[in-house]
T-cell receptor, first 106, second 114 residues
Framework: GQQLNQSPQSMFIQEGEDVSMNCTSS?????WLWYKQDPGEGPVLLIA?????ELTSNGRLTAQFGITRKDSFLNISASIPSDVGIYFC??????FGAGTRLTVKP | NAGVMQNPRHLVRRRGQEARLRCSPM?????VYWYRQLPEEGLKFMVY????????ESGMPKERFSAEFPKEGPSILRIQQVVRGDSAAYFC????????????FGPGTRLLVL
């Protein structure tokens, strides 16, 4: 099956710093999805990407669909404490990456 | 404007008992997905269903686990003869169709097997 690699596995940053995480796939995707999961909750959709090269923003979040269609990245600018959580990527096969665990120190 | 609903939110079972987890998709969604999440781990795909059909069960354990999505009523994930290793959070997601449509997740059912 498809391999979805997400990195980094975890990040510890200071409030106000920018964050970047990415996902790569062994196969081509038509869709990239980014989710955030707060402790004890289900994942919530942050950004959906449907076209190679597409760059989409949602507030302080920006995500891009790689032109090879095998990768995507998510950036968070000026992080705040409530950005803490696990960030997952997923492709159109509905399989998820292992997640990036983000800790933000005030 | 209800989202995806799952119940119970928490379920405690003793080894050997059965666990039934329910998922009601968002209104208008006919596709349901089940995922399992162990503590400190990611979401593992289990099964994808449409109404009355199992489309992809490649992530389901071969024994003791089954899923259904009947014409009427919620989708059910059933675990027979539970073991301690079944303790996890089980999430359901729904989408209006497949092929790139985004999924919306429920709050999950946390199963604890004693």
């Amino acid at each position: 099956g498809q391999q979805l690699n997400q990195s980094p596995q975890s990040m510890f940053i200071q409030e106000g710093e920018d964050v970047s995480m990415n996902c790569t796939s062994s196969s081509i995707f038509n869709t990239w999805l980014w989710y955030k999961q707060d402790p004890g909750e289900g994942p919530v959709l942050l950004i959906a990407l449907y076209k190679a090269g597409e760059l989409t923003s949602n507030g302080r979040l920006t995500a891009q669909f790689g032109i090879t269609r095998k990768d995507s990245f998510l950036n968070i600018s000026a992080s705040i404490p409530s950005d803490v959580g696990i960030y997952f990527c997923a492709g159109n096969d509905m399989r998820f990456g292992a997640g990036t665990r983000l800790t933000v120190k005030p | 404007n209800a989202g995806v609903m799952q119940n119970p939110r928490h379920l405690v079972r003793r080894r050997g008992q059965e666990a039934r987890l329910r998922c009601s998709p968002m209104k208008g969604h006919s596709h349901v997905y089940w995922y399992r999440q162990l503590p400190e781990e990611g979401l593992k795909f289990m099964v994808y269903l449409q109404k009355e059909n199992i489309i992809d069960e490649s992530g389901m354990p071969k024994e003791r686990f089954s899923a259904e999505f009947p014409k009427e009523g919620p989708s059910i994930l059933r675990i027979q003869q539970v073991v301690r290793g079944d303790s996890a959070a089980y999430f359901c997601a729904s989408s209006p169709s497949r092929g790139g449509e985004t999924q919306y997740f429920g709050p999950g059912t946390r199963l604890l097997v004693l």
